[in-house]
């Protein structure tokens, strides 16, 4: 059984009561809940039956099939690469649910995870790439239940001129995490880790370039 | 006031986010053509609270049309604010980030007879900063045309009054109280974000402890409530994202880092 809520939520569980503070999952529990401890809980037993009485204001529980099987996005496939305009790599991915229905993927969160070989913090990429960006970048915002979203890779906003060459490497993974699985921390999607590369050289003119898994571009500089 | 609480609240839940629907919701007059309405749907607010913008587009035509919002779903949606002096403020478009995303849905042709509508958080593109009559000027950028290559009539620029009345710190706080429970959706971690998001946007010391009660509870929104911190940066925000420094989770930690380090660069400007 799952239970997740109020924070005044106790779980009572033979001779004591039981209670915890999200994310962990435990069932050796022996702590109260104070009246101070304000918070979100996710409670969890794998004792069916033992835990017999639960007060406090329930936001939502679950149980049987459902507390064992919690829905996770699965088949997570890119289905295709393309360009949008002179300079931006799209990819697009789709994926499902281990439920078989993508609205069970509600509460949970998708997005992607992308570090630098330039480092963490605010980077400038390297010249003659014009573009200012704080790593790492954390996107939290896909839909779930959509099945479908479109990742972009865009250029630097300008380039410096005279050029030279240059070039450095992003790396993406793209992840989820869901109540009930993996403690409700982050889970890394197949595919992945991406390396992105974006590239200035000299190849009779010069050209910038950017590469992810299959996909790939070069634009000629003006 | 508490209607328009709720009226705020049905407008966050009910129409934030993508929906292609049909011609009910969004209410664009039904017109052989393409009508493109932009409305806000409380057009009375007090001081930083979240200004919201809806737009809407119906297609009239008996032929899919296409219309472009930009990659992340935005970025051509071009704004101009009258300020309450009469002066008017073009807002640049915000730059794209490296790396975007979105749905595809957003940018996929609009069939006839159906309008697609998203509401937006209009505080990503202004502030408000002060109180006053404001008149914001919406369009969209960017051609609409049928598949077949029609260009459509242009829409003309909408003006759309909202009257932003003096702070008032208890409303406010319910506000951001509203939005904090909204933050911790457990059932839906897109629309817990999406209100982490706009509680980010209160750009007032009363936001803090909210955003700091998001950073430490909720599971979908921890992120954006750095960043609402980092964009208050008072010394309560300070000291809250200052305590979650040394944290054992990483990617936290980098993200409070950059959060902290983001207040320091503004603070020697």
New interface residues.
Partial sequence: MRV?GSPDLSLVCGPQSYALR??AVREDLSLSFDPTD???YFVQSTNQGYCYSLNGWI??TSSGGSANNPAYPTNFTEAGWGK?GCC?L?F?YTWGSSSGNKADL????M????TSSLG???QNWPYPMV?Q??Y???????????G???????AP?SFYTPYSAASFT?T?IYRY?C?GVNN?NWVTLPGGPYTMTRSVSQNGVWQYKVSKADGSLTYNLP | MRTSYRFLWCVFLLAW??APCSASVGRPAPAAGVTILFTIPESKVSLHEPVYIQFSIHNGLDEDVRFDMG?DGKHNLEFSVKKPDGSLIRIPPK???????????E?APLAPGRTFTKTMLLNEWYQFPTPGRYVVEAELGGQVETVSGTPTAPAPAQEIPIQVTPRDPERLKSVCEELRKGA?N?????EA?KAA?ALSYVDDPIAVPFLG?VL??S??GK?AAISGLARIGNPEAVQILTSYAETADP?MK??V??AL??IR?RANK
Avoid at chain 2, 186 to 190: P, R
């Fill in positions: 997740i999200q994310p304000l918070g979100t936001v939502w949008q931006t799209e697009t509600a509460a949970c969160t997005g992607e995870y992308v963490t913090g605010t573009e960006v704080t790492p970048i954390t996107t939290t915002d896909w839909a779930p239940t959509s479908l979203e479109s990742d972009y890779l865009l906003s992003d993406q995490k109540p409700w | 986010g993508v990659l730059p794209y980030p490296s790396v975007v995303s979105s749905n595809p849905a940018r911790m457990i059932k839906n971690a897109w974000s998001f009660r430490k509870e599971f979908a992120y990617e980098l993200q880092a950059n380090s983001e660069s």
